[in-house]
Every structure is written in C-alpha cells, then in structure tokens.
C-alpha cells in the first residue's frame, strides 16, 4: 500500500540531455488552462455525473492539459495482477474495455500504483528503469506520466498521459494530473459508498420479504390447522372458521407487504378485494360484490384493521342477515366522500336489524371486536336501514 502524504516523483533525466525548464507566454497560458481544467472536471465531477461518463470528460480534459495524443484510466485487477483501460483517449478502436499491462513494480504504472509515487518516462526508447508497455511501444509513445488514483479505500489504479511528440513531462505536471486524479479519487469513493449502500438496501429488503413471506405462511398455517380442529361439531366449525378468516386478513396484508416496495402503506383496493374473495369460502351462500372508486393508501397497521372490519361485518352479515343457508348478496365498498374521509361500507339486502339494536351496544364478539377496530382507525361507525337489508358505514379520515 502506498504511503500517505505528499511522495517524490520517480523522473527520469537522462544525463546526456539536461532538462528543459518551461518559460514563456505559452507556459504561462498552459499552466492557467490547467487550472481551468480541473475547476471544470471538479463541476462535472460535484453535478453527481455518472461515473463512466466522468471517466470518459477525465481523459479527454487531463490530455488537452498535458497537450498530449493519448490518457487513459487503468483500474487494477487483482486476480490477474494487471491494469484494465478502463477509460481512455487517442487509442485505437476495441482498446477501451479490454487492453491491459502488468501491475507490477517494472511496469510504470504499476510502480505508481505499488507505490503510489509519480512516474515520469520522457524517454521510453532509453528507458532502463522499467520495461516499456507493448501498448504504448504499439502507438508509437515516446513520453509518460503515472499517477496514482487513490480513494479512501483501496487502490483504484492509475491516471496516465502518454504521447508520441518530443519534448519532456515536468514536475509541474504532476501537480496538474494529481490534481485531477484526486478529483476522480473522490467520485471513486462515492461510487463505492453507493454500491455498498445499495448492496445493504438490497440484503434489506430482501430479509424483510422473507420475514412476510415466512410470517404469512404461518399464518395459513394456523387457519388451516383452527378449520381442521372444527370437527363435526357445526357450532364449533362456525366460530373457528370465523377466525380463521380473521387470521387470513392479516396474512392478506403480509403477503401484499412482501411483494410492495413499500411496508408502511399498503394500497386498500386490492387488499380488500382479496379479503372479499378469501371471505367467499366462508360464506358459500352470499355473493360478494366488491366495488372501489379509486385507489387508497394506507398506513401497514391502519390498513389491517380496516380489513378486520370487513372481515367481521361480512361474516355478520351472512349468518344474521341471511340464516340458515339463505343466499343473498353482500357489497363492499370504498370510496371517498371528501378529499379527507374515507368510507368503507357493508350492505346486505336481507332480514335487517332488531328494532332496538344500537351499533355501540353490540354483545356478540364480532361486532365488540368491530368497534373496537372502528375506535383505532378513528372513523366513524353507523348504520343505515333500508328497506331491504342493512349498511354498516365507517367514515375514516385520511390523516389521522
């Protein structure tokens, strides 16, 4: 692992030719578009663009700035223990995605990036150092520069500039193309704190589809087991197979919860109208006609009560308003009666209400157990009478 801080740049100066220090105008004007250049990858860079289209700017800008042919992006492989252009400018056709060069201390690159010092080649003809790269000897390089792409973690490679001309890479340089590599390093970084965020998000949900998937089916399990214990005993039959209904709405909702992306709400149309079509096993003699105006999103728990709800007001229905076996028809509805209430209603068309019977003062379980759901959801429960049957109508609020 390269060390932190600041690292000498391995240049080499061949002795029989002394290096040329830059001056003039057109130095001047070299070194101020460089600056240029790194504010303009830094912008590209913070507006979140996709990182093979970074990659892809970073070439292009870092060998404008060295006024060089070719720039590329090697990512290290470690299983092969090579660099992988990953990105890249100048190079011929089918290079970018499959050309590579070994990472190891005699290639450049991979002396930059075993290192994480600079490397400057000015002259691969005499270079002695290192071995020169088939690829660059391939296009003809005469001179490159190595620099680390470094990010909070683990090596990601090495930024490179190569070119044919004649002429030298400078310290200065390496200022500019370390510049633009920690740029990159940076969004090196955020790609892989993105992925591993997204690997997590991804583990989540799939946990939580399994514990609703494992949940729901315990729950059938349970109301397969309450239908077998009823026997041939009819009264005992009716009260398991009443909860067994019970346990099936709740088993409706996991099994919505472990197919939605979302589980803080769950859409009430559909639900219900699986409810319905559960609840017709249970009331072989009625028809359950479901009806809904528009769809409806409702808090996980909220939702499941409303389901309780309909579940108990049907199964009423069916065995008081039609008794002993007769048929009729029961509608479920839900809509909106404002852009705030909620109305879910159950309406038979069979014998109707005792005179005397008040909707708060119910004995039986279903309909203690109907009010109490009512009083959770904040609605607001009646009745209506009709001239054939009975409405059951709970009002509930949006935002409560």
């Known amino acids: ?121 000015n002259h691969l003809e005499s270079e002695e150092r290192f071995r020169t790269p088939d690829l660059l000897a391939a296009h003809g390089v005469r001179r490159a520069i190595n620099v680390i792409l470094q990010g909070d973690g683990a090596p990601y490679g090495v930024l490179e500039v190569d070119s044919r001309s004649a002429g030298e890479f400078s310290e200065r340089d390496i200022a500019f193309l370390q510049g633009a590599a920690n740029i990159l390093g940076m969004a090196i970084e955020r790609q892989r704190q ?27 399990l349970v109301a397969g087991m309450l239908r077998l214990q009823a026997g041939d005993d009819p009264h005992l039959g009716q009260r398991l197979q009443e909860a067994s209904s019970r346990i099936m709405a709740i088993g409706r909702a996991h099994d919505r919860l472990y197919r939605s992306p979302q589980v803080e709400k769950i859409e009430m149309s559909d639900y219900l109208s699986d409810i319905c079509e559960d609840l017709k096993q249970v009331t072989p003699n009625c028809d359950i006609l479901f009806d809904a105006s528009a769809q409806l999103f409702v808090n996980t728990d909220r939702a499941i009560n409303l389901a309780l709800v309909v579940t108990e007001l049907v199964t009423n229905a069916a065995r008081h308003a039609y008794p002993n076996g007769t048929c009729g028809p029961i509608r479920v509805r839900l809509g909106r009666v404002d852009g705030n209430v909620t109305r879910i209603s159950v309406r038979d068309e069979g014998l109707g209400l005792v005179p005397d019977f008040e909707i708060t003062k119910g004995n039986g379980f279903g309909m203690r157990l109907v009010n109490a759901l009512a009083k959770q959801t904040h609605g607001q429960f009646r009745i209506e009478r009709h001239p054939r049957g009975t409405e059951f109508i709970l009002d509930i609020p949006i935002d409560a």
């Open 194 to 220: 993105d992925q591993a965020l997204k690997v997590a998000l991804e583990h989540q949900q799939v946990l939580l589809q399994e514990i609703n998937h494992r949940v729901k089916n315990s729950l059938q």
């Open 1 to 121: 692992m390269p060390s932190s801080g600041p690292l000498e740049p391995i240049v080499e100066t061949p002795t029989h030719e002394p290096r040329r220090e830059e001056t003039g105008d057109r130095a001047l004007r070299l070194r101020v578009r460089q600056q240029e250049i790194l504010a303009e990858l830094g912008v590209t860079a913070l507006k979140g663009t996709p990182f093979d289209d970074l990659l892809k700017e970073a070439v292009l800008l870092c060998a404008q700035g060295l006024e060089a042919e070719f720039c590329k992006v090697l990512e290290y492989i470690p299983a092969q223990n090579r660099l992988l252009m990953r990105a890249g400018v100048g190079w011929d056709d089918g290079l970018v995605g499959t050309a590579s060069v070994g990472a190891d201390l005699a290639s450049p690159s991979g002396y930059a990036l075993r290192t994480g010092k600079p490397v400057i080649s």
